[in-house]
């Protein structure tokens, strides 16, 4: 079955810049979704099809799909960006797959 | 605005059976793509089934395929996730997602999701 592999956390400081990778074989042939899922909340798709930002979404996320490796991107990171992250693809075999997800600290 | 609010969650005993619900308002349900998703406590999101639009494709996890049915009534703007031979690792908030209106869009619109527990 297919598998997206993603770190299980990352810590920044307020106003730097997190990234967030999500691995898997052959990703650059699929389309990546990013979800955001605050605490105690439902999940947010931050990031459509690769690099699309969904109305309402600000515009401190972005991602890149190339390689194996998608990268979600958030520049001047929030203390309300702090959330799990998790990544989505479709693969033929499998359907819908998510990541495990990354929990983003920010302090 | 778009709406998916869940019922039907609950206790229920190993090997028992429960059905959720997905009651959809706020846009024309059977146009568009649906999906149930879960997620057991302090773990990840897991993908458990899709149907169509019309109904007439059907995809299923392997965690739950044979154990679990989708299906979906435009009539009323429901969707609808049978249940059955549940076991403990069933736990989870369960929650349904629309999928956008365009070809290969992601989910953009989650329901508040609805707790199944599965415990003797």
């Known amino acids: 079955s297919y598998e997206l592999t993603q770190p299980p956390s990352l810590s920044v400081s307020p106003g730097q810049t997190a990234s967030i990778a999500c691995s898997g074989d052959?990703?650059?042939?699929?389309?990546t979704y990013w979800y955001q899922q605050k605490a105690g909340q439902s999940p947010v798709m931050v990031i459509n099809?690769?690099?699309k930002r969904p109305s309402g979404i600000p515009d401190r996320f972005s991602a890149t799909n190339s390689g194996n490796t998608a990268t979600l991107t958030i520049s001047g990171t929030q203390t309300l960006d702090e959330a799990d992250y998790y990544c989505?693809?479709?693969?033929?075999?499998?359907?819908?797959?998510f990541g495990g997800g990354t929990k983003l600290t920010v302090l | 605005d778009v709406q998916l609010v869940e019922s039907g969650g609950g206790s229920v005993q190993p090997g028992g059976s429960l059905r959720l619900s997905c009651a959809a308002s706020g846009f024309t349900f059977s146009l568009y793509e649906m999906n149930w998703v879960r997620q057991a406590p302090g773990k990840g999101l897991e993908w458990i089934s899709y149907?169509?639009?019309?109904?007439?494709?059907?995809e299923y996890a392997a965690s739950v395929k044979g154990r679990f049915t989708i299906s979906r009534d435009s009539a009323t703007g429901s969707l609808f996730l049978q249940m059955s031979s549940l076991r403990a690792e069933d736990t989870a908030v369960y929650f349904c997602?629309?999928?956008?209106?365009?070809?290969?869009?992601?989910?953009?619109?989650w329901g508040q999701g609805t707790l199944v527990t599965v415990s003797s």
């Open positions: 989505q693809a479709w693969d033929s075999k499998t359907a819908w797959v």
């Open positions: 149907i169509s639009a019309s109904g007439d494709v059907i």
């Open positions: 099809k690769d690099t």
């Open positions: 052959g990703l650059e042939s699929k389309y």
């Open positions: 997602a629309r999928e956008g209106n365009d070809v290969q869009d992601g989910f953009d619109f």
